[in-house]
Nanobody, 122 residues
Framework: QVQLVESGGGLVQAGGSLRLSCAASGSIVRVNDMGWYRQAPGKQRELVASITRSGSTNSADSVEDRFTISRDNAKNTVNLQMISLKPEDTAVYYC????????????????WGQGTQVTVSS
């Protein structure tokens, strides 16, 4: 069993900053790719940013100059530093990770966090 727990969401004014964190725990052998997705009301879930185990990153065009993803492999954590927030960034943000787990057998599985709300007021 693997759990992803997010923290750091909240309400912020446009132009402000927030830092999201996600910690993976449980039956983990290794965490591969990690990422952040978001889903706004009435819209599909979309990729915000992702990072490989070696540190290569990818981000959506809409956030490329404002959001920075980082990770700590020793702690199985991933962070999303968000600056210059805009009202259109308002969404529930979800952490995602591909995990090599050993229970019940060795296998790669993708897990999601429960989501954290980010609200940006204009």
């Amino acid at each position: 069993q693997v759990q992803l727990v997010e923290s750091g969401g909240g309400l912020v004014q446009a132009g402000g900053s927030l830092r999201l964190s996600c910690a993976a725990s449980g039956s983990i052998v290794r965490v591969n790719d990690m990422g952040w997705y978001r889903q706004a009301p009435g819209k599909q879930r979309e990729l915000v940013a992702s990072i490989t185990r070696s540190g290569s990153t990818n981000s959506a065009d809409s956030v490329e100059d404002r959001f920075t993803i980082s990770r700590d492999n020793a702690k199985n954590t991933v962070n999303l530093q968000m600056i210059s927030l805009k009202p259109e960034d308002t969404a529930v943000y979800y952490c995602n990770a591909e995990v090599l787990t050993n229970l019940p057998i060795y296998s790669f599985r993708k897990y999601w966090g429960q989501g954290t709300q980010v609200t940006v007021s204009s």
